[in-house]
């Protein structure tokens, strides 16, 4: 069906709304009570229920694979982002959620701080394509302040970002406003919008304005194993200068909005609300998850700042866990046990060495080779040198319970991996590992990263010795 007959939205989102107004949401929110709603996903065809359930304080958005032996959970946050072409994948270890934006994007709208998704496949439901049918089944639950105060960011100054045709540029605001403007590469269907970001304006101006893709990237999305689910029911197809759809465009600039509605459910991925005007040329998911790696960016430095000038502590305050004790090995002991040698060796020292237990020290800084590539304007440590840095740790403890200077422990294989939070310059990296199993010249380990007393990531590695 071709349709260019344009109207507003018609239908309730619910059969008794939610009072909502524009002034701003004071206190952290979640839901009154259990929403489900059941669908098939846009890109992976399968079927799914979905249910958001309320939250506490502090808890933040995380998303449940109920289908997954464990129910394993991700946090909607910008550091579990692992693919972003047609849409923001989430990912922790092994498990995955993709097209979560819809999603976050209603409980963003909403101002909903605090809610557990679950689902029993591997994406939400796409529903109409837009977030309406998500809006429907907050306003039925209902919503329910929080004693807790939100906390918004405000930025200290302006972000700007650009990545080939996109432009974002985030400026400091008391409120939270959007101005975008979107179009194809031949500068077809160029639209613009501009609009303040409350829950009413958003249930009003962008919550129900459908996905949309061209006629010719059909046989790409198809040909990469997307839109399994696709249809007109769940999206806006453009072919030249007709607009397929099985109903009369539901905005203006509906794609626009779109677009709007994506830039806020990925925005929600830095865990907080903004206070800020983004102004966005041409987005994409993948600039809009940049730009909140940026925004974490410019909210650690004042953290840094005041880590690096901190006095030191009280008289009678615990002291911090970098005193060494029995076992303590400087670097040059390290390097005379591991063959390892920098830009590879990573440990700096190892404060103790207890039985089977044992806790080393990385220093991470800037001048690390891998931030270079890892990544250009918001470097991390990579995951698998933290793992790597377990395994070595776990070599010394190993060599020296044996007495065997003159053998390697070599890394074998690795379990139960899982990466929590990102590593930046400047952090003290506590790596404590317990030998679990030695059995002949292979031996296995638990392995635990810390910054800041936090895990940021932990592994279970197994290893081998043979001779230098």
């Not at 020292?349 to 250009?376: A, S």
């Not at 952090?427 to 590992?433: A, G, H, K």
């Not at 296995?444 to 990263?449: I, L, N, Q, R, S």
């Amino acid at each position: 069906m071709v349709s260019f007959r344009i109207g507003p939205p018609n239908l309730p989102l619910a059969k008794r709304p939610l009072v909502l107004s524009n002034l701003p949401v004071l206190n952290q929110q979640t839901l009154n009570r259990p929403a489900s709603f059941s669908g098939t996903g846009l890109h992976s065809g399968n079927r799914v229920n979905m249910t958001i359930l309320p939250a506490p304080a502090n808890s933040g958005v995380r998303f449940r694979r109920v289908d997954l032996e464990g129910k394993p959970e991700i946090e909607a946050r910008v550091e579990n982002v692992s693919e972003t072409s047609r849409s923001t994948t989430l990912a922790k270890g092994n498990v995955k959620v993709h097209t979560v934006e819809h999603v976050l994007a209603a409980l963003a709208g909403y101002g909903i701080d605090n809610a557990i998704v679950e689902l029993d496949a591997n994406e939400p439901p796409i529903a109409d394509g837009s977030s309406r049918e998500f809006c429907k089944i907050i306003q039925s639950a209902g919503i329910v302040p929080l004693a807790e105060n939100r906390e918004p960011y405000t930025p200290t100054a302006p972000i700007e970002l650009q990545v080939g045709e996109t432009t974002m540029t985030l400026f400091p605001d008391a409120a939270f406003k959007i101005t975008c403007t979107s179009a194809d590469k031949q500068g077809r269907f160029t639209q613009f919008y501009s609009t303040e970001i409350t829950p009413k304006t958003w249930e009003k101006e962008l919550a129900h304005a459908r996905t949309f893709c061209f006629y010719e990237e059909i046989e790409y999305l198809i040909k990469n194993g997307l839109i399994k689910g696709g249809s007109l029911e769940n999206a806006i197809v453009i072919r030249d200068d007709a607009v397929l759809t099985t109903e009369p465009l539901r905005y203006p600039e509906e794609f626009v909005r779109h677009k709007m509605l994506d830039i806020v459910g990925d925005l929600s991925l830095l865990g907080r609300p903004i206070h800020g005007h983004l102004i966005a040329v041409k987005p994409s998911h993948a600039v809009n998850c940049e730009m909140v790696r940026h925004i974490v960016t410019q909210m650690q430095k004042p953290l840094r700042a005041a880590q690096t000038f901190a006095p030191p502590p009280a008289k009678g305050a615990p002291p911090e866990p970098l005193i060494p004790a029995d076992g303590a090995m400087n670097i040059e002991q390290v390097m005379n046990l591991l063959p390892h040698r920098p830009p590879f060796l990573l440990v700096d020292r190892i404060l103790k060495i207890d039985g089977n237990k044992i806790v080393g020290v990385k220093n991470v800084t800037m001048n690390e080779d891998f931030f270079r590539g890892h990544f250009p304007g918001h470097p991390i440590m990579p995951g698998v040198l933290q793992l790597e840095a377990m395994a070595q740790v776990a070599g010394i403890v190993l060599l020296k319970q044996a007495e065997l200077a003159s053998q390697v422990a070599y890394f074998m294989s690795a379990e139960s991996v899982k990466w929590r939070k990102p590593v930046l310059p400047g952090d003290t990296l506590i790596i404590e590992v317990e030998l679990t199993k030695i059995r002949g010249k292979i031996g296995k380990a638990k392995g635990v990263c810390k910054v800041g007393g936090e895990t940021v990531s932990e592994a279970e590695v197994t290893f081998m010795l043979r001779d230098k």
